[in-house]
């Protein structure tokens, strides 16, 4: 991955990007996919008031091609500028950039469904809602984390030297955030399966 670099103030600035990661798989219906932070929430109408018409339109409107209910898409871009001081390169600030994509349903004909589809859906959609900001939690906490963690690399004779360091620091911690993630989700699985079971999913 090439280092783009531009002259700032007498030190000089690399940015690299991880690739959005989308992240989350909850069971067949429900999956989801991480400072500066940007989080823009979209929406899909679910047309339906059964269970059954409601289902089939989470398959043909739903993210990941009808296989979620509501995704998280993360895209972190650090900036680290670097110095040179007593002979030594010290990377003297580090910004991450993160970019969140929350998508989440939203139902249009509920209000004509039954008294338990209502019930069952509108509770689906809060809790589906509230998963996906743990989502962006997450990954804030891990840019702030990313931040801090090169902010400390020791100096190195070499600024080259330095920032791959820095790069395969960033890398790995983005790896860890993906785990995280991949955890929460693990924990979440049985909860958002109970509630599928109620609305008469196998």
Not at 37 to 66: F, K, L, M, W
Not at 81 to 109: F, H, M, N, Q, Y
Not at 166 to 183: C, P, S, V, Y
Request: one cysteine or more.
């Amino acid at each position: 991955m090439r280092l783009p670099s531009s002259p700032v103030s007498g030190s000089r600035v690399r940015k690299w990007t991880a690739p959005a990661a989308v992240i989350l798989s909850l069971s067949v219906l429900a999956a989801c996919t991480s400072t500066k932070s940007g989080v823009t929430t979209v929406y899909y109408n679910v047309p339906g008031t059964t269970v059954e018409e409601i289902n089939q339109q989470i398959a043909i409107r739903g993210p990941q091609d009808g296989h979620a209910i509501g995704t998280t898409e993360t895209r972190m871009t650090p900036k680290v500028r670097t110095v040179r001081r007593d002979g030594k390169c010290k990377i003297d600030s580090v910004d991450v950039l993160l970019e969140l994509k929350v998508t989440l349903p939203r139902w249009a004909e509920l209000d004509k469904a039954d008294r338990q589809t209502r019930a069952g859906f509108a509770g689906l959609g809060r809790h589906v809602e509230e998963h996906e900001q743990v989502h962006v939690e997450i990954s804030q906490e891990y840019a702030e984390k990313i931040e801090k963690t090169l902010l400390a690399m020791p100096a190195n004779k070499s600024c080259r030297v330095l920032i791959n360091n820095a790069r395969t620091k960033f890398k790995d911690l983005f790896q860890e955030h993906n785990q995280a993630q991949r955890a929460f989700d693990a924990r979440e699985r049985s909860a958002i399966e109970r509630r599928l079971r109620a609305l008469g999913y196998s």
